[in-house]
């Protein structure tokens, strides 16, 4: 017979690797939607200063490594202007991929079953929603200036992180359960921040010198895997706690 300790480390094992395997396909379909999205979302701020700022803050790298981000995507008022019939479907059909691809993770992390066919209108509302969020994000002044607009983007991600689970998983999971995951997630970003600031901002700038441009999207490429690591992975260790925490506080009653 297998050992509980062995099948947990099996468990877990095998959860490690299809975590990778979904960050690296949120990558992909998050380079392929996040960024022309997130262009058109900041070129309609007409005082903002387009996409590539907002990046540069997301990333949290230097004002010299941001200088690189711009350089790689149009201004924002050619954004708007460049944007053909075509690139707004090619848009929308990636923007539901990666909404499918999203909620896939999460069915994966809480044992769910895929969700019907007609679960597509909620890729379509979380994807609006997210633009609307990054775009508040992005555009609202009280946002940019600590320590108040720290409080305020972190409570404001939480609950965004929360919802999401809550509708890409039909409402089969409690607002409970997934409160962990929300937070935990939104404290992955902020250490996937502090660890941009260090490691990616001078691989931006050495990658740049030896690569041009190209060496750039590789760092944003590496970025957005980091991003996929860590909504999955704060998911995944919200459930644990969710379901262990009450089993440990149970036996250490027990043991009082």
Do not use: N
Not at 2 to 30: T, V
Not at 130 to 153: C, D, E, I, Q
Not at 177 to 192: Q, S
Not at 198 to 205: D, G, N
């Amino acid at each position: 017979m297998i050992s509980h300790s062995a099948a947990g480390r099996g468990w877990r094992r095998g959860r490690e690797l299809e975590l990778g395997q979904r960050a690296l396909g949120f990558a992909a379909l998050g380079f392929l939607t996040l960024v022309p999205l997130l262009i058109i979302v900041a070129a309609a701020d007409r005082h903002g200063q387009g996409f590539a700022q907002w990046l540069g803050q997301a990333l949290g790298v230097s004002a010299a490594s941001r200088k690189h981000v711009e350089k790689l995507f149009a201004l924002p008022g050619q954004a708007l202007q460049t944007t053909t019939a075509f690139g707004l479907a090619a848009l929308a059909a990636f923007g539901l991929s990666f909404g499918s691809a999203v909620q896939t993770g999460y069915e994966k992390v809480w044992d769910l079953v895929p969700a019907r066919w007609w679960a597509t209108w909620r890729h379509l509302a979380w994807l609006c929603v997210f633009a609307g969020y990054v775009f508040v994000s992005a555009t609202t002044r009280l946002l940019h200036k600590p320590p108040v607009g720290g409080v305020l983007a972190s409570v404001s991600a939480v609950l965004f992180f929360w919802w999401s689970q809550r509708l890409l998983l039909g409402g089969r999971v409690r607002w409970s359960a997934l409160l962990p995951g929300a937070v935990l997630t939104v404290a992955g970003l902020l250490g996937l921040r502090v660890f941009s600031r260090i490691v990616f901002t001078p691989l931006i700038a050495s990658s740049t010198a030896s690569y041009g441009p190209v060496g750039t999207v590789l760092i944003l490429q590496s970025w957005l895997v980091g991003v996929g690591v860590v909504v999955f992975g704060g998911a995944l260790v919200g459930r644990l706690l969710h379901e262990e925490l009450p089993r440990v506080s149970g036996a250490l009653r027990r043991r009082r």
